[in-house]
């Protein structure tokens, strides 16, 4: 099969304007994600609303398009740009563009959810760990996942999924094993195109999760799992921590 990998980045952001831009260690942080992606992927793109961020990626060789301000999502920025670009691949990796820390190993487990051909698309999930304790499964910005027998997303929430009745919460991580949503997706070429046309749903306006439309429309998710914690880059205070904490 072939990939490709998309790479959405705003420059507009409330926390930190210019993300993409902003330097980590002598390069901007789009180029940190570009170059971990490349170790995965022959070809990847940033797909971005911004000329200043397409110019960036162009002078450390990277591929660029511009697409539109408009979006709401990840995904519909993704399916944009991948026209654009032109088809004739058969499956698209979206990777966040505040993730420089992604490891190749990652994508190659999501590639890998494509060995079955009916998988239409594709996510990674990380077991919460005993030490993590139990504010850090609280976090309801740490989207957690039920998964089905065949490794498929039943459901994502905010909230703690399943709930253990008759257990003191403190004692659930020791008698469940929770897991958290690592937010990168992949999508079959002829999906990425269909779950773009679907109107916003019920659940994903509740929970603000995207996802939740796919499954409320049908769509099955397949999931891989991964051990390795993400680190996003929200705030420039996540840069300077980011920074100090792993050396390039």
């Not at 058969?90 to 590639?111: A, H, M, R, S």
């Not at 499964?137 to 997303?153: D, G, H, Q, T, W």
Request: net charge negative.
């Amino acid at each position: 099969m072939k990939f490709i990998g998309i790479v959405p980045a705003r420059y507009g952001s409330s926390r930190f304007p210019g993300k993409p831009l902003a330097d980590m260690a002598g390069k901007p942080m789009i180029q940190r994600v570009y170059e971990q992606v490349k170790k995965a992927l022959d070809e990847v793109w940033v797909a971005t609303d911004d000329e200043r961020i397409i110019k960036a990626v162009e002078a450390f060789g990277g591929k660029a398009v511009l697409t539109s301000p408009d979006h709401k999502s990840g995904t519909d920025r993704c399916n944009e740009a991948y026209t654009k670009i032109g088809l004739g691949f058969d499956v698209i990796i979206n990777i966040q563009g505040d993730e420089p820390f992604i490891q190749p190993q990652q994508i190659e487990t999501l590639k890998a959810c494509f060995e079955t051909k009916e998988t239409e698309l594709a996510t990674l999930v990380k077991p919460f760990k005993k030490e993590d304790g139990f504010e850090v499964l609280f976090n309801p910005n740490s989207p957690k996942v039920i998964l089905n027998k065949n490794s498929e997303a039943i459901y994502f929430s905010r909230s703690i999924i399943p709930y253990i009745r008759d257990v003191h919460h403190q004692e659930w991580l020791d008698k469940h094993t929770f897991y958290k949503h690592i937010g990168m997706y992949a999508y079959r070429a002829d999906i990425l195109k269909e779950i773009t046309l679907l109107e916003q749903s019920t659940l994903e306006l509740a929970e603000s999760l995207e996802q939740l439309r796919w499954i409320e429309n049908g769509y099955k998710i397949k999931v891989g799992l991964t051990d390795i914690e993400t680190i996003g880059i929200d705030t420039p205070e996540d840069m300077e921590k980011a920074t100090k904490l792993l050396n390039f």
